[in-house]
């Protein structure tokens, strides 16, 4: 990697933890200009500071307001990459319905995810956050999308899941849809334990996840 990229991807890495938008905005764009590789600026700029803001929260270094301020810068650099990340000429592949469940805020994964979908021809049918069982229930009985996918990023609403998939039991409508989950707390055994058809990482292998449940 040149020095060069090298140096705005750590640019974009002190803007979000500093929680400086026009300076994630500025750098993001210098290393596209710089034809820097979509998913480095991604995964070097933009996602590595979240995980070093989520550790900084946990030693009481920030608070609420500083996990806040550093979200929206990320989400500002994020919305540079977002027409490179959703431009596609494919007639849609399927549809897949979004949400991050009940009691949860955390939607900067779940957009990532959304923008990934869409870039590898899907169509997104997105609820947006705190996002009720009965929700989910009507969007999939008035979008009959192919997929639903869940995202959960605490603990104490990962369980929220399960309660949403008994909650497509009762309607009928689970058989409907395959269901796939993600968010940083979960794990491939837990989306088996409460019967959801598939576990993805991050948000490339939410793509990969959703073209395997589309062929079965
Ligand atoms: C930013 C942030 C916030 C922001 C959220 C802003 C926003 N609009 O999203 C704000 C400030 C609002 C916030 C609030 C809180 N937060 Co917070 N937050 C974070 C932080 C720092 C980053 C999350 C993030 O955006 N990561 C970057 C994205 C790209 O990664 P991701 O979300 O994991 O998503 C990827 C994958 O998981 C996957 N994925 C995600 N969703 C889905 C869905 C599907 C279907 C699939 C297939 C894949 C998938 O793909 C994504 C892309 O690759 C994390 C720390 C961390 N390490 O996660 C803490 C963290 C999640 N928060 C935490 C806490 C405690 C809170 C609060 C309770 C704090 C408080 N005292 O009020 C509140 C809860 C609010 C609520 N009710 O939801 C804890 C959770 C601890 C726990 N085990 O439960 C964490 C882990 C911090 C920590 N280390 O303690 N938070």
Redesign the pocket.
């Known amino acids: 990697m040149s020095e060069q990229l090298e140096l705005l991807y750590d640019g974009i890495y002190e803007a979000i933890l500093d929680g400086d938008p026009n300076k994630a905005v500025s750098h993001v764009e210098k290393a596209l200009a710089l034809n820097a590789p979509i998913e480095d600026v991604l995964n070097e700029g933009?996602?590595a500071p979240?995980?070093e803001?989520?550790?900084l929260?946990?030693e009481g270094e920030y608070f609420?307001p500083e996990?806040?301020i550093?979200?929206r810068a990320?989400?500002a650099g994020l919305e540079i990459l977002r027409p490179l990340l959703t431009e596609t000429d494919m007639p849609p592949v399927g549809a897949v319905l979004?949400g991050?469940v009940k009691?949860?805020?955390?939607?900067?994964?779940?957009n990532?995810?959304a923008m990934m979908l869409e870039g590898s021809g899907y169509k997104v049918i997105d609820l947006g956050?705190?996002v009720s069982p009965d929700k989910f229930v009507e969007a999939i009985e008035t979008h009959q999308p192919d997929i639903m996918?869940?995202?959960?990023?605490?603990?104490?609403?990962m369980r929220e899941m399960d309660v949403t998939i008994q909650a497509l039991i009762r309607a009928g409508v689970r058989e409907r849809v395959r269901i796939?989950?993600?968010?940083?707390?979960?794990s491939e055994q837990f989306a088996a334990r409460i019967g959801a058809d598939?576990?993805?990482?991050?948000?490339?292998?939410?793509v990969s996840?959703a073209n395997a449940l589309l062929q079965r």
């Open positions: 933009l996602i979240m995980k803001v989520g550790r929260f946990e609420v996990m806040l550093s979200a990320m989400k979004l991050t009691g949860d805020i955390h939607d900067i994964g779940k990532l995810v956050v705190n996918g869940m995202s959960a990023l605490l603990t104490t609403t796939m989950v993600g968010g940083a707390p979960l598939g576990y993805a990482a991050d948000a490339g292998k939410a996840l």
